[in-house]
């Protein structure tokens, strides 16, 4: 496995936002993290990539707990997008891009050609070589979400975290995320664990579901069996209709309607 959560609990303050967690997400395969607003997905996300800490239970690495690893090694394993990004009206794409050799690089050591080559690299995997010069703010909403993947691509990481990508984005950028997400998984290895809304996004490309509610672990597993008329009214207090593909690839869902909470 190449992250493990053994009975993790996570709080602010006193109100505590995960507990009891324990979970395991395997190598070279997508993973999405499924459940209603307030349910826990961001911050668990947060924990994984070790931007927050957990008050009880360990999180384990490459079967080390992620504590032990220092910020910069950490970096250079995973990477982690968060689904507000900081924003420098100045930089451009390609300047974005070489801060994802940051934790490969000593204090003030310049980018070598090694460094160059992967960033060209980053650039050409997320189809930016047309806007490498332009400024991010003045990309579209999709073109600027390439844009920060291909940094993080640059960190030439083996797990690639990801919240909501495909956010505040039309319908066109949303499944150009998605493709980007599955090419990158298939040609490169790159194991992926995001926090998706649309449960049809997440069917159409995780290898594994991860559901949670309230906070808890509700049901993880293959998307056929975790996406199921009982978990759309468990968790999303939802009746619907639910259809998969014969190859198991798509899903349909289907005459919705709200249950009393």
């Known amino acids: 496995m190449t992250i493990e959560a053994k009975n993790v609990h996570i709080g602010y303050d006193e109100n505590e936002v ?21 349910c826990g997905k961001s911050t668990l996300l947060k ?41 420098n009206p100045e930089i451009t794409v390609r300047q974005l891009v070489e801060y994802g050799r940051f934790p490969h690089k000593r204090k003030f050591e310049r980018l070598n050609q090694e ?3 992967i960033v060209e690299q980053a650039i050409n995997l997320t189809h930016l070589e047309d806007l490498a010069e332009r400024a991010v703010d003045r990309l579209s909403g999709g073109e600027r979400q390439r844009a920060w993947i291909a940094m993080a691509l640059a960190q ?17 950028h949303q499944l150009e995320i998605i493709e980007l997400i ?9 194991t992926i664990i995001l926090v998706l809304h ?55 869902i289907s005459n919705f309607h709200l249950l009393e909470k």
């Open 115 to 117: 460094d160059q080559a």
């Open 182 to 190: 599955k090419q990158l998984n298939m040609a490169h290895g790159i």
């Open 198 to 252: 649309d449960i049809n996004q997440a069917a159409m490309i995780s290898d594994q579901l991860v559901v949670l509610q309230s906070g808890k672990l509700y049901d993880s597993g293959i998307p056929e069996n975790v996406i199921t008329k009982k978990m759309l009214r468990d968790v999303f207090k939802v009746h619907a209709e639910i259809n998969f593909s014969s190859d198991r690839k798509s899903i349909s």
């Open 47 to 87: 924990a994984l990539g070790k931007q927050i800490q957990t008050t009880a239970g360990e999180i384990y690495f490459k079967n080390s707990e992620i504590n032990k690893w220092s910020r910069k090694a950490f970096a250079r394993e995973l990477a982690f997008l968060m689904q507000v990004h900081a924003n």
């Open 18 to 38: 995960i507990s009891s967690l324990s979970l395991q997400f395997e190598s070279g395969k997508i993973h999405s993290i499924l459940g209603p607003n307030g």
């Open 156 to 172: 030439k990481p083996a797990v690639l975290l990801l919240d909501e990508p495909t956010s505040y984005l039309d319908i066109h």
